[in-house]
């Protein structure tokens, strides 16, 4: 245990990417335009969800919730840097730090179960397609997502509770735009070895189960879709998962991207830049990538925008 004074302090300093003030506006702008498109993006994908009854099945029921969820994901730590920017203050409180962790742990987790459950959507679908109405009935899709948020709210309360047992030396700085788990925790005055513990077996327990989750689904998937006999028969089918597939690629890529500059990089500011990839970057990619892809949500999007797609 480190034998510094400490103390419970108030509130942390979010250092950001850059303490030139020339680059504030520019980084402001950016961000601002980014967080727009994501929210808007993302809307219009649950608009065209829940107000076009050719997509009330069970795929774009978990592409709703989603997108819902991606626009929440974005809105725990953009909003906050960029009133820090507008303010030119970098502090945010202990509490508030604490909150935005927590909710940044919770809806990351739910991105990762929910793209879980849509890799089984497709599995089913693709691989049970006499009975995936029977089987992806709304009551099992409702609970699905239920468990989703069920294990991701475990998951981000323990991690805060943990974080609130560390004590904290003053004028803590942390080289991130948003409290981000380990920085914080790196950040204490006292031992720090249970929350380390913690983190990395809850870390490798939720990426390995989901993401051996999604191996499973996809490898039956692929074991289905080379037993069709026609080409255009296996194309259909396999065009359903594209989308899918790439948004799971961009999360899982950026994310281990994120994981080996941190190891290999000592420099926090190019672990806080590498991170936009997953916490901003993905989400504003994901409904361009579902629409772009999609002809039924781009059907959806022409009937309700008045044919401006």
Same mark, same amino acid.
């Given at each position: 245990?480190?034998?510094?004074?400490?103390?419970?302090?108030?509130?942390?300093?979010?250092? +950001?990417?850059?303490?030139?003030p020339?680059?504030?506006?520019?980084?402001?702008?950016?961000f601002?335009?980014?967080?727009?498109?994501? *929210?808007?993006?993302?809307?219009?994908?649950?608009? =065209?969800?829940?107000?076009? /009854?050719?997509?009330?099945?069970p795929?774009y029921?978990?592409?709703?919730? #989603?997108?819902?969820?991606?626009?929440?994901?974005?809105?725990?730590?953009?909003?906050?840097?960029?009133?820090?920017?507008?303010?030119?203050?970098?502090?945010?409180?202990? =509490?508030?730090?604490?909150?935005?962790?927590?909710?940044?742990?919770?809806?990351a987790?739910l991105?990762?179960?929910?793209?879980? *459950?849509?890799?089984?959507?497709?599995? %089913?679908?693709?691989?049970?397609?006499?009975?995936?109405? %029977?089987?992806?009935?709304?009551g099992?899709?409702?609970?699905?997502?239920?468990?989703?948020?069920?294990?991701?709210?475990?998951?981000?309360?323990?991690?805060?509770?943990?974080?609130?047992?560390l004590?904290?030396?003053?004028?803590?700085?942390?080289?991130h735009?948003?409290?981000?788990?380990?920085?914080? *925790?790196?950040?204490?005055?006292?031992?720090?070895?249970?929350?380390?513990?913690?983190?990395?077996?809850?870390?490798?327990?939720?990426?390995?189960?989901?993401?051996?989750?999604?191996?499973? /689904?996809?490898?039956?998937?692929?074991?289905?879709?080379?037993?069709?006999?026609?080409?255009?028969?296996?194309?259909?089918?396999?065009?359903?998962? %594209?989308?899918h597939?790439?948004?799971?690629?961009?999360?899982?890529?950026?994310?281990? +991207?994120v994981? #080996? /500059?941190? =190891?290999?990089?000592?420099?926090?500011?190019?672990?806080?830049?590498?991170?936009?990839?997953?916490? %901003?970057v993905?989400?504003?990619?994901?409904?361009?990538?579902?629409s772009?892809?999609n002809?039924?949500?781009?059907? =959806? #999007?022409?009937?309700?925008? +008045? +044919?401006?797609?």
């Open positions: 245990m480190k034998s510094r004074n400490s103390t419970q302090i108030s509130e942390f300093i979010l250092l +950001g990417f850059s303490e030139d020339e680059l504030q506006p520019l980084i402001f702008g950016l601002l335009s980014m967080y727009l498109v994501t *929210v808007l993006g993302n809307l219009l994908i649950i608009l =065209a969800s829940i107000s076009d /009854s050719n997509l009330h099945t795929m029921f978990f592409l709703s919730n #989603l997108s819902f969820v991606d626009i929440c994901f974005t809105s725990t730590t953009i909003p906050k840097m960029l009133v820090n920017i507008q303010t030119q203050s970098k502090a945010i409180t202990y =509490a508030g730090c604490i909150t935005q962790m927590y909710f940044f742990i919770h809806f987790g991105d990762i179960f929910l793209l879980t *459950v849509m890799a089984y959507d497709r599995y %089913v679908a693709i691989c049970h397609p006499l009975h995936y109405t %029977v089987i992806m009935d709304h099992l899709c409702v609970l699905l997502v239920l468990m989703c948020w069920t294990l991701s709210f475990q998951n981000s309360l323990l991690q805060s509770l943990m974080a609130l047992r004590s904290f030396c003053t004028n803590v700085e942390i080289p735009f948003f409290c981000e788990l380990n920085q914080v *925790v790196h950040r204490a005055c006292s031992d720090t070895f249970l929350n380390d513990i913690v983190i990395y077996f809850s870390s490798l327990l939720l990426a390995f189960c989901t993401f051996t989750g999604i191996l499973y /689904s996809y490898s039956k998937i692929v074991s289905s879709i080379r037993a069709i006999s026609s080409a255009q028969g296996k194309y259909k089918a396999f065009s359903t998962c %594209v989308s597939l790439s948004v799971v690629s961009l999360f899982y890529g950026t994310s281990l +991207g994981y #080996l /500059s941190s =190891a290999v990089t000592p420099n926090s500011y190019s672990t806080a830049t590498a991170s936009v990839m997953y916490t %901003v993905t989400p504003m990619l994901n409904p361009f990538i579902y772009l892809r002809k039924d949500i781009k059907s =959806a #999007l022409r009937r309700h925008l +008045g +044919g401006q797609l």
